[in-house]
């Protein structure tokens, strides 16, 4: 007998890239290209510029990082140049949409949506983290009873732990080999769960697609400078074959639901070559003389080496620490990982914040941060509100739009955008003041302009791949009318349509329900 849950939500971290939607509407994902047939397809928009570490929390609540509080994974403490690891759940300041369905009466069970946390109360079940590309707290459940049970059944996902590694092509073979396990057992532990009884609401999102896209990415386009031909006959193309891993899952669950199931599948942003010039953009500060370098004897007193070895120990550490120790133990876990924080060997050069104009703030690779030494805001600040804010903006702007790739004359920035343009509210209160959207459609080693003089600089950390801002849907089930939507949605809107969808209303939400989800014609 088949499952009737009303709503299957599956969605797909990081899938939407350009490929993936051909293979789509090829055949070459056949579970796709069916469900595609007699669905509703349409694209999704996602938060402007700061869409890599809030989509999630974005997608799951329904309001803006300006709202929700969370725009990158680590964040400015306001008030001070320190930096904190902004956990998610943690740092969230608005409900899950499932929080709203559970209130309702609805029954839910909720799988590894990325950076969520177990709730204290559900009327369902919730599974955190089984397998995600980014772990923020470790495998948990709610009820929590629940995790036991689950391990016990199927085992951990084979790949856990952080991603980011040198890999050659023998060890990218053995990491797309552990994804695809890991995609076997989200099917089973989906198939399991949907045949306990009908849901209201059933979600499950495979990050798989995540992981192998970040570093895959140069065995994929045969243009990219890591690229040969030796490593693409080891491995093959990983990214298609996490693609067609998740296209058979799909297919598989879809297998065990009945007809009557209103089904959504989104892929809520995409991968592309990493070209951006982020790993730059201190030594461009530095050279446009508006910000000063760390003195070597301040950078920190935990050698890189020894971060390696620590971050991932503190991590695991915290992910087996009881429950109740937790609460006494959070600010001795959160100073330690300020002491340890891991950079990214890509990282911009580290420049001294309370000694510089401006200084960079971590958003995203595709979108560099920029905040201004604001006095008045910032403890030491040096430009002062107002007429010389605004002016030194203005000139930063220009000087980073002058600056080109030196083996093809072109800009290595596309715009530079004033966050308050898009974002205002209590909550941006650490946010940058400038994103700087770089062009990423070639490799960047040497750039120069008139200010700057010629910076040779190679990109060499082990991330191939980077995120792309559009995504797509495909929505099938009693009253949706196939076809392509003309207008693209908000990422914002997918947590008021599942609640609308399901009788519940809420006032809370940025984000609009997508009629033709929420409310589809009647049959």
């Not at 946390?117 to 995600?132: R, T, Y």
């Not at 400078?225 to 799909?250: C, H, M, N």
């Not at 120790?325 to 420049?351: C, F, M, N, Y």
Request: hydrophobic fraction near 40%.
């Amino acid at each position: 007998m088949k499952a009737k849950p009303k709503l299957l939500f599956l969605g797909i971290c990081a899938g939407a890239h350009r490929d993936f939607a051909n293979w789509c509407r090829t055949g070459v994902l056949p579970s796709m290209q069916r469900l595609m047939a007699k669905g509703l397809v349409g694209h999704t928009r996602n938060v402007p510029a700061l869409f890599v570490q809030c989509t999630w929390p974005s997608f799951y609540t329904g309001t803006s990082p300006a709202k929700q509080g969370i725009h990158s994974w680590q964040q400015l403490r306001n008030g001070t140049y320190e930096f904190y690891r902004a956990y998610t759940p943690d740092y969230v300041r608005t409900a899950p949409f499932w929080r709203h369905l559970s209130a309702a009466g609805k029954r839910v069970a909720i799988l590894d949506i990325p950076h969520s946390g177990a709730e204290k109360h559900i009327n369902g079940i919730q599974l955190v983290e089984w397998g995600a590309h980014d772990a923020n707290h470790g495998f948990k459940t709610c009820p929590a009873s629940l995790a036991e049970e689950v391990i016990a059944r199927f085992g951990e996902h084979p790949q856990r732990g952080l991603c980011d590694a040198q890999r050659s092509a023998v060890e990218l073979v053995q990491f797309r080999d552990s994804l695809l396990r890991g995609i076997e057992g989200k099917v089973a532990i989906t198939k399991h769960f949907l045949a306990q009884e009908d849901w209201d609401f059933f979600a499950q999102v495979f990050t798989e697609s995540h992981c192998i896209g970040h570093h895959a990415w140069h065995l994929h386009d045969p243009n990219h400078p890591r690229f040969t031909e030796q490593d693409r006959s080891i491995a093959g193309d990983p990214i298609l074959d996490v693609a067609l891993g998740i296209d058979r899952a799909i297919g598989q669950i879809l297998e065990v639901v009945d007809e009557n199931t209103t089904v959504i599948v989104m892929a809520g942003h995409g991968m592309t070559s990493k070209y951006v010039a982020q790993f730059m953009l201190g030594d461009i500060l530095l050279r446009l003389g508006v910000a000063s370098r760390v003195p070597s004897a301040t950078q920190g007193p935990v050698p890189l080496s020894a971060k390696r070895i620590l971050d991932p120990l503190l991590t695991w550490g915290w992910q087996h620490t009881p429950a109740p120790a937790r609460q006494w133990l959070e600010p001795l876990r959160q100073h330690t990982r300020d002491l340890v924080q891991l950079p990214s060997e890509d990282a911009p050069a580290p420049l001294d914040a309370a000694a510089s104009k401006c200084f960079i703030i971590n958003n995203n690779h595709t979108h560099g941060g920029i905040r201004v030494n604001l006095a008045g805001r910032e403890p030491s600040g040096k430009v002062q509100p107002g007429m010389e804010y605004e002016a030194f903006l203005d000139q930063l702007g220009r000087d980073l739009l002058d600056i080109v790739n030196v083996e093809t004359g072109r800009r290595i920035v596309n715009h530079v955008i004033r966050t308050r343009d898009l974002f205002s509210g209590v909550g941006t209160e650490h946010f940058p003041d400038l994103l700087v959207e770089w062009a990423n459609v070639e490799p960047v080693r040497s750039v120069q302009s008139n200010k700057i003089g010629r910076l040779d600089k190679e990109y060499a950390y082990c991330r191939t791949g980077e995120h792309t801002p559009g995504g797509l849907f495909v929505a099938a089930g009693p009253g949706i009318s196939s076809g392509h939507l003309a207008k693209s949605v908000s990422i914002l809107d997918f947590a008021p349509t599942f609640c609308e969808a399901l009788g519940v209303r809420h006032d809370g939400f940025e984000g609009a329900a997508i009629p033709e989800l929420a409310r589809p014609r009647s049959v």
